[in-house]
């Protein structure tokens, strides 16, 4: 049974910090490029950042490129993004995702999706 146990949401003012994690099981972690698509109110989901495991390259949106940063920890099976200098336009739902091999902006490409985890940024 495949499963991305995501968390770390929260709510934070304008300019700060917070960092998300992403567990994955019941997947050869290394098959995998993991990465967050989020979803704001009224919109269609985005691709924010992915780490392909096979050759450790990486993709981050232009919006969140310089702010965001995106690691794995091998052993734990865990990916983290680190998102710091959040905007009131960062605020959405943030759902961790697995594709094969490569990362991908499309949706229709990505294999599994974890739930949900709400980042709120007040102005």
């Known amino acids: 049974d495949v499963q991305l146990q995501a968390s770390g949401g929260g709510l934070v003012q304008a300019g700060g910090s917070l960092s998300l994690s992403c567990e994955a099981s019941?997947?050869?972690?290394?098959?995998?490029?993991i990465g967050w698509f989020r979803q704001a109110p009224g919109k269609g989901r985005e691709g924010v950042s992915c780490?392909?495991?096979?050759?450790?390259?990486?993709y981050y949106a232009d919006s969140v490129k310089g702010r965001f940063t995106i690691s794995s920890d091998d052993a734990k099976n865990t990916v983290y993004l680190q998102m710091n200098n959040l905007k009131p336009e960062d605020t959405a739902i943030y759902y961790c995702t697995a594709a094969a091999v490569f990362c991908t902006i499309q949706v229709s490409e990505i294999h599994y999706w974890g739930k949900g985890t709400q980042v709120t940024v007040s102005s």
């Open positions: 780490i392909s495991r096979s050759d450790g390259t990486t």
């Open positions: 019941g997947i050869t972690f290394d098959d995998y490029a």
